[in-house]
């Protein structure tokens, strides 16, 4: 399976798009560079998957790479449930165009309802 390294060894990568998903699923959609959010919509919809699942084993899962219990909560009690009809494609991407700085393409990424 092919992955998107963005700059990082493996044990900050993971961290990062641990606590990247984890707001995603918390706030529903969260603003960050193209790169990063294409390397966050896997994780993203793996989670949502693993929501639709619904069992202990999935719930644990996702345990495991959520940082936050309730967002873990909220992800199978209402996210997977709105998801059901779906079959993939949780995610949207939305550009925003270059940020000030740096001029890095910034974008928006967010849960599809």
């Given at each position: 399976m092919a992955y998107q390294k963005i700059s990082r060894k493996s044990g900050p990568r993971k961290a990062?798009?641990?606590?990247?998903?984890?707001?995603?699923?918390?706030?529903?959609?969260?603003e960050t560079t193209a790169a990063k959010a294409k390397a966050i919509?896997?994780?993203?919809?793996?989670?949502?998957?693993?929501?639709?699942?619904?069992?202990?084993?999935?719930?644990?899962?996702?345990?495991?790479?959520?940082y936050d219990e309730t967002v873990v909560k909220d992800l199978f009690e209402k996210i997977g449930?709105?998801?059901?009809?779906?079959?993939?494609?949780y995610t949207r991407i939305i550009p925003l165009g270059p940020r000030r700085g740096d001029s890095a393409p910034m974008v928006?990424?967010?849960?599809?309802?």
């Open positions: 990062l798009l641990r606590s990247q998903v984890t707001a995603l699923l918390k706030n529903g959609r969260i919509r896997p994780v993203a919809e793996k989670m949502i998957t693993l929501a639709k699942q619904g069992d202990l084993h999935a719930r644990r899962q996702a345990l495991a790479n959520l449930p709105r998801c059901e009809a779906r079959e993939g494609g928006i990424i967010e849960l599809i309802d």
